[in-house]
């Protein structure tokens, strides 16, 4: 049976057309997944068909019935649910509580708790869902969040699930859980759209998949009959190469020194005597999964929390003290987590953007005058180089894709060629072509002699890139290891905190049982 | 609210057509359309002819003598609300120019009445002292906020209500024991400031001969003095540091988006005590204009009733914190009182009619700019009861890296 059909659907905003008459259909028990390179239109897709977006044109047909949202209430109505990257929960209120909140079981107004609870416990049961349903989801893992998401949804009686970019946050183990969930969820009888910018994922878990290439669809296929070259040969309209890496020459001076530093974050311990090296034409990985203390040791680095002990050198100079504009004349740049918050100024065009940083020197100051020309140079130049899709350089940053938003973020920081980068899942969010072209900028600039602390939650990422990597694990680096020892169910040890001894004799044992899996 | 220009957005002759169909289909404009209908209703009611009394207002207040009123009210008008837009434009809503302005003021007619009388360097010394002391005030709260916490936004407003008490006592410090109002003395003819060209100089007197008695030339060359330029200088000052200089690009930068700033290497609080230090010492330079080119000394209340400071907060929200906006809001803020008065002259209507006009400007700009986000706002809850969402209450006046009503995720 049908689910959903969209037809001609279209959406046109000045000066690009997001969705030129998209149709679709998914099945009931479907899990059919939207791919696309960055900008294709698949989010404004899944906003018109929540109601956030209103179309231009085309219809919507849910369960058979011709339907027109005027906003996501309509929508939800309709037996539909929606999944964002950002989620929106209570922190203080448990599980439960935040699943029914706004539509609570109870009578007269008053909220029957130990209803809510029951119920939430079963419907999680039901679906597979594992979720500490009395817990205050304050301190819960983002895989843990995702699924309360879901079973918000659910409990709505969301019949057809959105999905956009949800693997975007999650570690490897956590992806697998939620492919899990989502089969469990097809066996319900529940359809699934699913964004993602991974053709594994596509492979490993749709039925059926929709690529889309400048808001227009280029292919819907069977996933059982085709091949991740395929579909991106229609993503792209071309083969998608993966460049070599460039030849490694030996380090040179340690550029970045972190001895011995431990950062409280509220009261807690977040980064616990780390203690490790990044020097000049090499990249050091940071492996962990999300909340073991990254972003703090990065914020740290950054000037942004003060240490409790231990002190950092960046190019030789202790930064003790140090606030972030002088830590960057000292060489040091990043790439931050969140594009939207520390990112960028959304608002703001991407002259403005890009010239951020750039703006204290020659050439864009001259003479103590800002060079209007030369910054609006300046980001035509970045955006050429990094292949950003924009219309032009005066257009508000916060209107892009979100791939085209981090590319811009990218561009601005790599552009310095500075000695340090710290860069924090670079390439979250973006298309492949995007992640190839971002590795071929890494890689050129520790080529360079640049020094790099990647920071990503994706494995694959961290061994293609890295010369060491640095495993962390509740605030502590569990070890740092050449990436040519290391391998994924390693690291993956690792990662779940077992000792670097342990993890090494472990995994030689089941490499001896079975064959490797690198 | 703040304005973003680039050298790209100005070159796109596409971009230039499509502000121009903005700017007259947008809010302010359409805004002001709605408040005349709707006071033309008004005047039909009480018997008057709107078209009669619309082309009185415009009348009194764009030609001859009016004109040059105007513009002389625009002086005080337009030039504190540059003062503001220096914080406002870095995200830091400075409420105290109330006090600054007075504070200024007060500051230059101490200094007026203490120097001996030595012209153009006196003249010079006062405003500068105006300029120190608004400074000094403005940048009070951003040292409380800085260090303690405590917003500017409250405190700044609160300084006001100190900055008149105090200026207030200061003035019956100084109030000579004979006089009868509650007044500074009078400064030195000396350290007034004068008019462009006054009628007692050669050139004045030439002019005179020349023109005739009701030329807009000669009125205006008499009746201006030289803080209308001033003000025109510093209108083109702040265009250049907003454009040009490292500073005016760093505060736009935190004010779009403070957290991004501190990441990129802007030293925040830097910024917030630079754009009220300018704030306040620009708005204390106001003060000093005022007494030294128009009043001669300080009345008690003076400053306060004339409504200045507070309507440079309209008008810099009006203009949405662009120096030209400010000028063209002032100018028109300052039309519709000159043309008040002519219309009491006239048709013996009471000039509240320019102020229930301009209220009404302001109500419908609000409304304007309020109904998407009140409906956007209800949706937004609607929503969140229906999915169980959190709302995310942002405040409209200071938008939060948060606010993801105007920026879209990917
Ligand atoms: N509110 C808006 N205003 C202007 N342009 C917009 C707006 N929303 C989307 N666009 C444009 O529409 C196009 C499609 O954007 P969309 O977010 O749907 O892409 P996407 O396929 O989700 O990309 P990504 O993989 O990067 O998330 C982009 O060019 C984007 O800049
Ligand atoms: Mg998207």
């Known amino acids: 049976m049908r689910a959903l059909e969209l037809s001609g659907i279209t959406k046109r905003y000045p000066k690009v057309v997001a969705n030129g008459g998209i149709s679709l259909a998914v099945e009931q028990g479907e899990i059919h997944a939207l791919i696309g390179e960055n900008g294709a239109g698949k989010s404004t897709l899944v906003s018109i068909l929540y109601g956030f977006v209103q179309p231009d044109e085309g219809t919507i047909v849910v369960g058979g019935e011709r339907r027109s949202f005027k906003d996501p209430t309509d929508a939800i109505a309709a037996g539909l649910g929606m999944v964002f990257q950002n989620f929106n929960l209570f922190p203080e209120l448990t599980v439960a509580e935040n699943v029914v909140f706004g539509a609570e079981p109870g009578r007269l107004g008053l909220v029957d708790r130990r209803a809510a609870a029951a119920e939430v416990g079963d419907l999680a049961e039901r679906y597979g869902l594992q979720v500490p349903v009395g817990e205050r989801v304050e301190h819960l893992p983002v895989g843990v969040l995702q699924r309360v998401e879901i079973l918000k949804s659910l409990y709505r009686d969301a019949r057809i699930l959105i999905l956009d970019e949800p693997t975007g946050v999650l570690t490897p183990q956590e992806s697998e859980g939620l492919f899990e969930v989502m089969r469990s969820l097809r066996a319900a009888g529940k359809s699934i759209i699913f964004i993602t910018h991974k053709l594994d994922e596509v492979m490993a878990v749709a039925d059926r998949v929709t690529v889309l290439r400048d808001g227009r669809v280029t292919a819907s296929l069977v996933t059982a009959e085709t091949s991740p070259r395929e579909i991106s040969r229609h993503m792209t309209g071309r083969d998608v190469e993966l460049s070599q890496r460039l030849a490694r020459s030996a380090p040179g001076a340690p550029v970045l020194e972190v001895e011995g530093v431990t950062v409280e974050v509220d009261g807690r311990t977040a980064v616990d005597d780390v203690s490790l090296s990044v020097r000049a034409g090499e990249i050091v990985g940071i492996a962990g999964v999300a909340g073991n203390g990254q972003d703090a040791l990065a914020a740290a680095i950054g000037g942004h929390h003060p240490l409790r002990s231990g002190r950092i050198r960046i190019a030789g100079t202790d930064v003790d003290g140090a606030d972030n504009r002088r830590r960057r004349d000292l060489g040091f740049t990043h790439i931050p987590e969140d594009r939207h918050v520390t990112g960028s100024a959304p608002l703001g065009d991407a002259v403005l953007n890009l010239a951020v940083g750039y703006h204290r020197r020659s050439p864009l100051r001259e003479r103590g005058l800002l060079q209007p020309k030369r910054m609006v140079e300046h980001a035509e130049r970045l955006i050429r180089r990094f292949g950003v899709r924009i219309a032009g350089p005066a257009v508000a940053v916060g209107t892009l894709s979100g791939g085209n938003l981090q590319k811009i973020v990218v561009a601005r920081e790599l552009g310095h060629d500075a000695p340090l980068l710290v860069a924090e899942q670079p390439t979250r969010g973006v298309d492949i072509g995007a992640i190839e072209s971002i590795h071929g900028e890494l890689d050129e600039y520790r080529a360079r002699g640049g020094a790099v602390l990647l920071v990503s939650s994706e494995l694959s990422e961290v061994l293609n890139l890295s010369d060491r990597i640095a495993v962390m694990f509740e605030g502590r680096v569990m070890a740092v290891i050449p990436s040519a020892e290391a391998t994924v169910p390693l690291l993956g040890l690792m990662m779940a905190g077992v000792p670097y001894e342990t993890a090494l004799a472990e995994e030689a044992a089941s490499a001896a049982e079975g064959g490797t899996a690198r | ?410």
């Open chain 2, 1 to 410: 609210m703040t304005a973003v220009t680039t050298a790209a957005r100005r070159r796109d002759p596409a971009v230039l057509g499509r502000r121009v169909l903005a700017a007259l289909t947008g809010t302010v404009t359409v805004s002001i359309l709605g408040a005349l209908v709707a006071v033309g209703v008004l005047l039909v009611a009480i018997g008057q002819n709107p078209f009669a009394v619309y082309g009185t207002l415009l009348e009194g207040s764009l030609t001859g003598r009016g004109l040059v009123t105007t513009l002389q009210r625009s002086v005080p008008l337009v030039g504190l609300s540059i003062a503001l837009i220096y914080s406002f434009r870095a995200g830091v809503f400075n409420l105290g120019g109330q006090g600054q302005f007075l504070v200024g003021g007060l500051a230059s007619v101490v200094t007026a009445l203490a120097l001996p009388g030595t012209g153009v360097l006196g003249i010079l010394a006062a405003c500068a002292a105006g300029v120190v002391a608004g400074a000094a005030w403005g940048t009070v709260p951003g040292v409380i906020q800085v260090t303690l916490g405590p917003p500017v936004l409250v405190t700044s407003l609160l300084l006001n209500y100190i900055g008149i008490a105090g200026v207030s006592y200061v003035i019956s410090l100084l109030k000579p024991p004979s006089a009868s109002d509650q007044a500074t003395p009078t400064i030195s003819e000396d350290l007034q400031i004068s008019a462009l060209v006054p009628a007692r100089s050669p050139l004045g007197e030439a002019m005179g001969q020349a023109l005739e008695r009701n030329d807009v030339l000669l009125l205006a060359a008499r009746g201006l003095n030289w803080s209308f330029v001033v003000v025109i200088l510093l209108v083109i000052a702040t265009i250049l540091f907003n454009r040009r200089t490292a500073t005016g690009f760093e505060a736009g930068v935190t004010g779009l988006n403070g957290a991004f700033a501190r990441n990129v290497g802007i030293r925040s609080s830097r910024v917030v005590l630079t754009s009220l230090a300018i704030s306040g010492g620009l708005a204390g330079l106001i003060g000093a204009l005022v007494v030294l080119g128009t009043n001669f000394r300080l009345l008690d209340g003076q400053f306060e009733a004339t409504g200045y400071a507070m309507t440079a907060i309209l008008v810099v929200l009006l203009g949405r914190s662009s120096p030209i906006g400010a000028v063209l809001a002032g100018f028109f803020f300052s039309m519709l009182q000159v043309g008040g008065e002519e219309l009491n002259r006239t048709f013996a209507l009471s000039p509240a009619i320019a102020s229930i006009i301009q209220a009404l400007v302001i109500f419908l700009v609000v409304l304007r700019l309020g109904i998407p986000y009140v409906t956007q706002r209800l949706r937004r809850r609607a929503e969140a009861a229906a999915t169980g969402e959190r709302i995310e209450e942002v405040p409209d006046a200071a938008p939060t890296p948060r606010d993801t009503t105007t920026v879209k995720e990917g």
